[in-house]
């Protein structure tokens, strides 16, 4: 136990943290790479032709993968943001801070994806479906912190601000989740669930996994880039950040 926190306050180091994440983006990168890569072109190109939607299924391998991480990059948010207010790391404010563009940008793709795949299954680009909508509400949860990040002069106190907005936000998640359950949505069922096998062909579904993979790594990939970039900005005071560019 007593090793885990040292590990726990050790990680809490933003020198610390550039230092060995550094090591990690190659790999991260290249299994993003091979990843999407090999998703994209199996997905796109030899999967067979859905029954019903025909090739308009395709836009799945985008569109499920950045809802996923959209989802899952708001929980990494709240919990960055709830280390922050609770053991005042300051790498834990960094991270929450360069989650949440990644985290916009992941819903943005996820709604206009699924815009696209809306009108020629739906007949119109939006409607206000229970799905469709806690997914903008999401959108606007992610913006909500960026603004709040740049609202004050005091670092401690937009990170206070920004984390509590994230916590508050992730009773939307099950929401989102379970929307299709609860309510009468256009929306189809969940396609992947953890308690029973995936409802897609098993030659569809391989390549989708391998697209959530693929954005799993990317999203970790990106993340650690906007936090490094964070602490380089945060502590170019320091010595050992000036250092680095002699």
């Not at 996923?68 to 991270?95: E, H, P, S, T």
């Not at 401690?156 to 920004?162: G, L, M």
């Not at 029973?196 to 650690?224: E, K, Q």
Request: hydrophobic share 55%.
């Amino acid at each position: 136990m007593a090793s885990f926190y040292q590990w726990f306050h050790r990680m809490g180091s933003p020198r610390w943290f550039y230092e060995k994440s550094g090591r990690w983006l190659p790999w991260l990168a290249a299994a993003a790479f091979l990843l999407i890569g090999t998703g994209l072109i199996w997905g796109l190109v030899f999967a067979p032709e859905d029954a019903r939607q025909g090739n308009s299924f395709r836009i799945i391998y985008i569109h499920v993968p950045a809802a996923f991480l959209a989802l899952a990059g708001y929980y990494v948010m709240a919990v960055a943001g709830a280390i922050g207010l609770i053991w005042k790391m300051k790498l834990a404010d960094m991270v929450m801070k360069s989650a949440a563009p990644l985290g916009a940008a992941l819903t943005f793709v996820a709604l206009f994806t699924g815009a696209v795949w809306g009108k020629p299954t739906w007949g119109t680009y939006w409607v206000w479906d229970a799905r469709i909508t806690s997914m903008l509400v999401l959108l606007f949860l992610y913006l909500g912190v960026m603004a709040l990040q740049h609202a004050y002069n005091s670092l401690d106190t937009a990170a206070r601000a920004s984390a509590l907005l994230a916590l508050v936000g992730t009773v939307n998640i099950p929401i989102i989740y379970k929307s299709v359950d609860w309510w009468y949505t256009l929306h189809q069922p969940a396609t992947i669930k953890l308690t029973g096998a995936p409802s897609m062909h098993p030659d569809m579904f391989r390549p989708l996994l391998l697209m959530i993979l693929g954005f799993y790594a990317f999203y970790a990939l990106v993340l650690i880039l906007n936090t490094r970039a964070e602490i380089l900005h945060r502590e170019r005071r320091t010595g050992w950040v000036q250092s680095l560019s002699e």
